[in-house]
């Protein structure tokens, strides 16, 4: 008898260690740590005054940009203390620069570490309100600003909530109210690996407006970039360990229901969207072990995946961007415009490309 329960212990011994090796086979195919980077290179030029990554970037109608810049994030690497920036580009300018943008009001500065960033426009006067992911000390809280000169923001309220407490992007649909993702549902790292390891999708969207915080969507290994359609009719949402893109349509009392899932066959970060043809742009990690573990000599690439059609039957994508990493590490965001197109980064640089 004694025997046998050796022979169970240990056969038990043996599955676990199998199961715990296939789960982290698992991981790493999560991770796509065998992936190369095919590299298919634009004609582009760094921008000049970013220096320390542009992980979210957004453009307006008429070209404004917004770029946050400075993220200290925890597990990736950052090379300045100085606090995040949010800087302002005009794309309709023969030579467009990106410019610091000043911000008054109450917020501290000091701390000041910004993430996904959105911008709603109010139609009645054309008001713009940015919103910024901010991560002081690595809380998480949602800051309002109002854009009231060329150059300075105003800061209008920080939005911290309970549901609200990992907050990576966001997308604004009112003067106070947005949808935010969450990419970790519990605040341990470690807990959130075994989630991963598990393949046990826990991660939400949640909408927020002073009336209501409720979840909206649930069910993502790690919800990331967010983004709307530009009917303002369905919502785009990154579930970047998953490799998928998912739609979700707004219905009335802002309740979103699923539509489909789109493979992208990489780490997916930030989601923008043309505003002329609605096309779908991703920035994306090819690689996700070179990011986790940064090494200068053989640093993360960037890829820019395009989505066509994204609600057809048959959704076209295409390689719009890729590079090894010696041109741009770590791509997180690609934003188009009128024949450009500008590439961020988590903590590199950025890049203002030519489509044509």
Known sequence: MAAM????????????????????????????????????????QYLKNIEYGAEDITILKDGLAFLSTGL??????????????????????????????????????????????????????????LFVVNHPQHKSQVEIFHL????????????????????????????????????????????????????????????????????????????NGINIS???????????????????????????????SVAVGSLCDNIEVDHKTGDIWLGCHPNGQKLAKYDPEDPAGSEVIRIKNILSEKPVLSLEYGDNGHVLVASTVAAPFEGKLLIGSVFHKALYCDLK
């Not at 300018?93 to 109010?122: A, C, M, R, W």
């Not at 309970?162 to 990419?183: M, Q, R």
């Not at 009917?231 to 979700?248: M, Q, T």
């Open 148 to 223: 009231v000169q060329e150059d300075t923001l105003v800061h209008l309220k920080t939005i911290t909530h309970p549901l609200l407490h990992s907050v990576n992007d966001i997308v604004a649909v009112g003067k106070e109210s947005f949808y935010a993702t969450n990419d970790h549902y519990f605040s341990s790292d470690v807990v959130h690996l075994l989630t991963l390891i598990l393949d046990y999708p826990m991660c939400e969207v949640v909408y927020y407006s002073p009336e209501e915080v409720r979840v909206a969507a649930n069910g993502f290994l790690s919800a």
């Open 72 to 129: 200290k994030y925890p597990g990736l690497p950052w090379f300045s203390d100085e606090p995040g920036k949010i800087y302002i580009l005009d794309l309709l300018h023969p030579k467009p620069t990106p410019v610091e943008l000043q911000i008054k009001g109450e917020l501290d500065l000091n701390s000041f570490n910004p993430h996904g960033i959105s911008v709603y426009t109010d139609e009645a006067d054309d008001s713009v309100y």
């Open 5 to 44: 329960k050796k022979v169970l212990a240990a056969a038990a011994v043996v599955a676990f260690a199998a199961f715990i090796g296939y789960k982290f086979l698992k991981l790493n195919e999560m991770m796509l740590a065998s992936r190369e980077m095919p590299v298919k290179h634009l004609n582009c």
């Open 230 to 260: 530009p009917d303002r009719r369905y919502i785009y949402v990154s579930d970047i360990v998953d490799h998928e893109i998912n739609v979700y349509e707004r219905q009335e009392g802002e309740q979103l229901v699923f539509v489909k």
